[in-house]
């Protein structure tokens, strides 16, 4: 979908006819110009220069709650979108990169290499493919959080247009977009200074620089102690409450111990409201292996025996190659 060129294309038009065209895509989450209410010249010309199909494949998980879309973008690259419906809501997982530079040990994209950045449009398109499909349930899409394939802090302009366009055209809140990073402390900043309300989820995975830098190369360019210094500064200039997300990793990261150093070192490091989101693993082809969820409950208790409120996050996505990046490589 090109924006720019639907506006290019109507430019001559009385300007109601944008906003006719407009309303199509956001508001009835159309895919066809044909269904439209514009003219029929419009309509043919739209629909040779300016399509809204998506190329894509859904698989839905064995519970139904979630599915996943492989999207093939214009030029023939794919990439993976996840729609997780909870009772009240429905949020999109999307991916901002094809691939992923950051190499992450346990990661299904990261062992794929990074091949390009996705545009604005490409992002939104995300959210729009499964705006269509729960529209037909009478549903829409009310979260975002930008944790699919690729660092977002590295496609940070593109990402914050997405975003942009989530939050006015898709009428999603700010507050309920959500922006997660491996620790990319100058984009941390930059977010900072956006003075929007997005969320910001930093992906920990370890309580130490050891540990850390064995699961997650960034970790050797930036330390654990700086990127909770930029948090820190995040949250006092944004007044969110930010995410810190943890996979458990059975025999890895998941001791009560190490549930203490986590604790420790978040509320010695963290100046503001944060909590921490524990996430079953999806296992790859990696060497990793989810804990049990007794080891999940007790790790939870001992986070919050030590002051530090924690949540744990379903694990979607049976069925369909819950992590990210596993049903593109496939
Ligand atoms: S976990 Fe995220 S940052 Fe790490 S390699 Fe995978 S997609 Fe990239």
Redesign the pocket.
Known sequence: MDLKKIEKILKDEPKYRLTQAMDFIFKNFGDDWEASNLSKDIKEKLSREASLKIDAEIFWADDNKSAKAIIILCDGKKIETVLMRHKDRNTICV?S?V??????A??????MGFERNLSAEEILEQALFFARLLKEDGERVNNIVF?????PMLNFEEVMKAAKLFNEKMEIGARKISI???GIIPGIKKLADEKRQYNLAL?LHAPSDRLRGEL?P?NKKYRIADILDAVSDYISKTGRKVLIEYILFKGINDSKDQAKELARLLKSKLKGPFVVNLILYNKTESEFLPSEKSEVDSFKEELEENGVEATERYRFGRGIDGA??QLRKK
């Open positions: 991916s990169q691939g992923c530079p950051m190499a992450c346990f990661c299904a994209t990261g062992k944790m699919g394939m690729g660092e997660s990073t491996c992906s997650m960034i990210c990046g």
